[in-house]
């Protein structure tokens, strides 16, 4: 095999890791792919979820948090395929942190 056929096998496989295409070859997942929410970014997880992966979510700069005053909120994958905790979600605003001590 040429160089290049082997870089090109490589990158086919490093792109499909990357994403969900490796759905369709067979890897499972316990819990479903959580949905997007608009403002919030999820990190510390990888689909293929399982049962314990635990994923956070925190609001994007220039957003706050709907629910709570927690700057970031973890959800795990639990043994029944649900997701624990609440959908995390996030508003445009600051929180009224830069207008301290104005009125």
């Not at 994403?19 to 990888?46: E, I």
Request: with cysteine.
């Amino acid at each position: 095999m040429s160089y290049r056929v082997v870089l090109i096998l490589v990158l086919v496989t490093a792109l499909a890791s990357e994403s969900d295409a490796l759905f369709f070859f067979g890897l499972r997942s316990d819990c479903a792919v959580q949905p997007y929410v608009y403002g919030t970014l999820q990190y510390g997880c990888r689909y293929p979820y399982t049962n314990g992966d635990t994923c956070y979510f925190r609001c994007f700069p220039g957003f706050v948090p709907v629910s709570g005053n927690a700057p970031f909120v973890a959800r795990t994958c639990q043994a029944d395929a649900t997701w624990s905790g609440e959908t995390f979600r996030c508003h445009r605003g600051f929180g009224g942190f830069f207008f301290a001590g104005k009125k």
